[in-house]
Structures are given as structure tokens and as C-alpha cells.
């Protein structure tokens, strides 16, 4: 976000480019949908997420740091980083 004067900061604006098929005019519209390296983050996220919880369960329930690794795929030293 852009800072202004006043106490409030300035909303992002999102645009979208959009070509007209039948008149090839370009045009530009205000949009509120997510950009493709965002909603590609926002998935990134959500997975870490859903790792984390799978390996806090796991650890919970007794499994080692070696046990967890073999039954997730993720490393040993990354599974301590975790719990």
C-alpha cells in the first residue's frame, strides 16, 4: 500500500487489460480478482500449512523426526524447523 498524508493508506487498485475480440479495442477495467502469481502463492501457503499440521499431528501422536520423514517426504532437519 501507498502511503498519503492523511491516517488512512491509499487502497491498491487492481486493473485488468482486456481486449475486445470484435472490435480489437483495448480496455481497461477495475478488478478485484487475484493476479496468477498471487492465487499461485496463496496455494503455496495453504500447502505449507496443510505440512505443518500433518507433521505437528504426527509428532503428537510419538513419531520421531526419522519416522515422520518417511511417512511425509519431507526432510528431517525441515520436520524440526516445523514442530
Known amino acids: 500500500m501507498f502511503e498519503n ?3 488512512k493508506p491509499i ?3 487492481r486493473l485488468k487489460i482486456v481486449e475486445d475480440p470484435y ?12 493476479f496468477e502469481h498471487e492465487e499461485t502463492y ?5 500447502d505449507r500449512r496443510e505440512e505443518a499440521d500433518r507433521v505437528v499431528e504426527l509428532s503428537n501422536e510419538g513419531k520421531s523426526y526419522r ?16 514442530d
Do not use: C, F, Q
Open 5 to 7: 498524508s492523511s491516517s
Open 11 to 13: 487502497p491498491d487498485i
Open 23 to 34: 472490435d480489437k479495442r483495448i480496455y481497461i477495467h477495475r478488478t478485484r480478482d487475484l
Open 42 to 46: 496463496k496455494a503455496k501457503v495453504e
Open 67 to 82: 519416522e515422520i520423514e518417511e511417512l511425509t517426504g519431507i526432510s528431517k532437519s525441515k520436520v524440526g524447523n516445523m
